[in-house]
């Protein structure tokens, strides 16, 4: 029966995630769908996943049912005026379950239906913990630590020794010299970790629409990025002509009025990885997200300077989204597409025209396993 029990339950729970896969892009473009439930659950919403089962009709008429002389026609019951009038229903409508999955394997279903390869890290390690190993035997030590498969060997052996072992009785008493416990050794275990600094621009040209499209596919980012390092640090800049580090909801509903100056993020991404992660010991990722505005093209030649001698030597990637917007120009990823024409490498350019061109984006910065 237990067996039964964990067969089904693990069928149902393939059958829920072959249901988000197929809906990916539904749950992708709404990003309101999916709930985070503390750090590693999130709730989704899919129709009810009802079981067969049998059940009664009408008594007045049917097969089996009802006066009737063998090999008298099958009547079909009674008509039905179509008239659309009637009596109100009294069965239950359709509803939806909130089905609950945890962030890795919401990771899983996004890498399957993207092919999103697994990360290679750049090398870097750092130091996470102690971990201690039980790989030993000892011949003290607690009670809970006892290896009876060992003292039971050791009990053996004694009896055997001193002739006392009978193999048409085989019983085996083990007294206290023979008991042999599980020992342990400390181990260092060292872990690639990451940081994710994320910039967006919180000038007039952003609108709500497009900081929830940042959010939407910040969200998924990061639960692919966190699938893939133990360790992962969030970082969040906004900026229009100044920017500054805010928290995470501060970052998503922020709104100014002012210009842009994008060598302003730049320039704090730049300070924040220098002061807290070393490029030795972390993998750093950048995004920053724009409607492509910038205030001139001398700004734009400093943003430039920035990435290529102090950002692109120290990082893994630089992501760079920009989200269309009514009131923004879409300049900058011109430019940053001809200038850096043979940067691939550290730099991926994304277009984010509206909600259903998340999925796409997402695929893009992460596609390459970098």
């Not at 964990?6 to 995630?17: L, P, Q």
């Not at 009038?85 to 999955?101: C, D, W």
């Not at 497009?210 to 939407?216: G, L, N, S």
């Not at 993998?283 to 943003?303: A, M, P, R, V």
């Amino acid at each position: 029966m237990i067996y039964s029990v964990s067969r089904d339950h693990a069928r149902f729970k393939n059958i829920v995630k072959g249901r988000v896969k197929r809906d990916l892009k539904k749950y992708i473009s709404n990003g309101d769908m999916i709930v985070k439930k503390g750090k590693e659950k999130v709730s989704i919403p899919m129709p009810q996943i009802n079981i067969p089962r049998f059940k009664f009709g009408d008594a007045k008429s049917g097969v089996a049912q009802g006066e009737g002389e063998p090999g008298d026609e099958v009547g079909q019951g009674e008509p039905q005026s179509g008239n659309g009038e009637g009596q109100a229903g009294n069965q239950e409508g359709e509803h939806s379950l909130e089905i609950e999955l945890s962030l890795d394997e919401l990771a899983e279903i996004l890498g399957e239906e993207l092919e999103l390869p697994n990360i290679e890290a750049k090398g870097k390690e750092v130091l996470e913990k102690e971990k201690d190993r039980y790989t030993g035997i000892a011949m003290q030590g607690p009670n809970s630590l006892i290896n009876f498969r060992r003292s039971f060997k050791e009990a053996l052996k004694r009896q055997i020794s001193s002739g006392t072992y009978n193999p048409k009785d085989p019983i085996i008493a083990p007294i206290k010299r023979d008991f042999r416990y599980r020992s342990w050794k400390t181990h260092q275990e060292y872990e690639a970790n990451a940081v994710i600094i994320y910039m967006m621009d919180v000038s007039g040209s952003m609108g709500d629409e497009q900081k929830e499209i940042v959010r939407t596919e910040s969200f998924w980012i990061d639960t692919w990025l966190r699938s893939q390092y133990k360790g992962l640090d969030t970082r969040y800049v906004i900026h229009d002509t100044v920017a500054r580090e805010v928290d995470e909801q501060t970052f998503y509903s922020t709104r100014e009025s002012g210009g842009t100056l994008i060598s302003s993020a730049y320039r704090s991404a730049q300070q924040i990885i220098e002061q807290n992660y070393s490029p030795e010991q972390w993998n750093i990722y950048l995004f920053h997200f724009s409607d492509g505005d910038n205030w001139s093209g001398e700004d734009t030649k400093l943003c430039f300077e920035i990435m290529k001698q102090q950002l692109f030597p120290n990082i893994n990637l630089f992501c760079y989204g920009q989200v269309e917007s009514r009131y923004g120009s879409g300049q900058f990823m011109k430019d940053l597409e001809e200038h850096f024409k043979n940067e691939e490498e550290f730099l991926i350019i994304s277009k984010i025209e509206n909600k259903d061109g998340i999925m796409d984006s997402i695929k893009t910065f992460l596609g390459k396993g970098k």
